[in-house]
């Protein structure tokens, strides 16, 4: 059974960082295609970033430049470094796993394995 577990939430103030991880198990995450997504209150879970299986990456505007995803294979963990936060960062996020990266990567619906999320929150 494929199980994700989000860790590395917490409060910080604007400027600062943190990293998030995602413990896979139940598969091998070198063979997943990989994402961090994040759901503010009141609005709806938006795409952060993707990793493919050959480790190209991609990333939401509103991110570039300051978030980092990446994974270690042996360990089947999948990170978000974030670093320069802002106040409108501030969300649960959540990671996600797909057999294949979905056409449209920034697609909730693409990811078929979801962890529960970490609470990340900025403040200025």
């Known amino acids: 059974q494929v199980e994700l577990v989000e860790s590395g939430g917490g409060s910080v103030q604007a400027g600062g960082s943190l990293r998030l991880s995602c413990a896979a198990s139940?598969?091998?995450?070198?063979?997943?295609?990989m994402a961090w997504f994040r759901q503010a209150p009141g609005k709806q879970r938006e795409a952060v970033a993707n990793i493919n299986r050959a480790g190209i990456t991609t990333y939401a505007d509103s991110v570039k430049g300051r978030f980092t995803i990446s994974k270690d294979n042996a360990k089947n963990t999948l990170y978000l470094q974030m670093n320069s936060l802002k106040p409108e960062d501030t969300a649960m996020y959540y990671c996600?796993?797909?057999?294949?990266?979905?056409?449209?990567?920034?697609?909730?619906?693409?990811?078929?394995?979801w962890g529960q999320g970490t609470q990340v929150t900025v403040s200025s």
């Open positions: 996600a796993a797909a057999v294949f990266c979905p056409l449209y990567w920034w697609r909730e619906d693409g990811y078929k394995y």
């Open positions: 139940g598969y091998s995450s070198s063979r997943y295609c």
